[in-house]
């Protein structure tokens, strides 16, 4: 049995309890509310920081399947930068032996010393010793006593004649001869008056004479092929030296 006192204690305590236990439960919906709509909050940023990636990756994507994202290619010529040996020229952009011609231009492109050929003779310039003539092509040194040690200086003696002989064959297309005499008086040396030095050229087709040494472009022709001769003779009364030079033009 309660007490009218007692039972009324019990219904304030129940009353509180289930007051309390109301409130709690409030505060605890309103903790979880709060808590589910804080990671939800941050669910969607995490999403949308994903969907902002996917998006700009599928732009980048679609920008290579469809060519517009490309490599840089400053001179516009169709090959990028990065492959271009000519990236600010338009018409070049391979330079396959580094010579710094690029191929288009470059009359020997696996040739590193030659790049061009004015003449088109297939004799590129640095080595055409004729550049401007399609013709010619190179000199062969037949003696020179100006250049190589070999080819002594002539030291011909009053009277004497001193002679050399070489071959001129289909292929050359002309002879040059210089002779620089000169003559020693009292330990002097002077040039050799033309009428103290008689110097001639003798070839198949004729003897050619030319006393001041100079025997510039001797036409080679069928008439003339075979043996050629070089003569100097001393006409004066003192020793003659001779610096003699002959080359043969192909
Ligand atoms: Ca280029
Ligand atoms: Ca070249
Ligand atoms: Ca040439
Ligand atoms: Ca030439």
Not at 59 to 72: D, K, R, Y
Request: charged share 25%.
């Amino acid at each position: 049995m309660f007490s009218v006192q007692g039972d009324y204690l019990y219904s304030l305590t129940v009353k509180n309890k289930c007051q309390c236990s109301a409130q709690n439960r409030d505060f605890k919906d309103m903790f979880l509310r709060k808590e589910l709509l804080h990671y939800y909050k941050a669910e969607a940023k995490v999403m949308r920081k994903i969907a902002i990636i996917l998006i700009v990756l599928m732009f980048i994507g679609i920008g290579f399947l469809s060519g517009c994202v490309t490599e840089a290619d400053t001179d516009g010529d169709g090959y990028s930068d990065k492959v271009d040996a000519f990236p600010n020229d338009p018409t070049e952009w391979k330079d396959s032996d580094s010579d710094g011609h690029g191929d288009n231009s470059d009359a020997f492109p696996n040739n590193s010393t030659e790049w061009k050929d004015t003449d088109g003779d297939g004799y590129g310039d640095n080595s055409d010793k004729f550049p401007d003539d399609s013709n010619l092509h190179y000199f062969i040194r037949i003696f020179d006593s100006n250049i190589v040690e070999s080819d002594p200086k002539w030291n011909i003696s009053s009277g004497e004649i001193k002679r050399y002989t070489w071959q001129v064959t289909s292929d050359c297309k002309y002879v040059t001869v210089i002779v620089d005499a000169g003559k020693m008086v009292n330990g002097t040396q002077y040039q050799a008056f033309a009428d103290e030095v008689n110097i001639s050229i003798r070839n198949p087709e004729k003897t050619i004479e030319n006393n001041y040494g100079q025997f510039q472009r001797i036409t080679v022709t069928t008439e003339n092929w075979g043996e050629w001769t070089l003569s100097v003779k001393n006409n004066a009364n003192f020793e003659i030296v001779a610096i003699v030079s002959i080359y043969v033009a192909k």
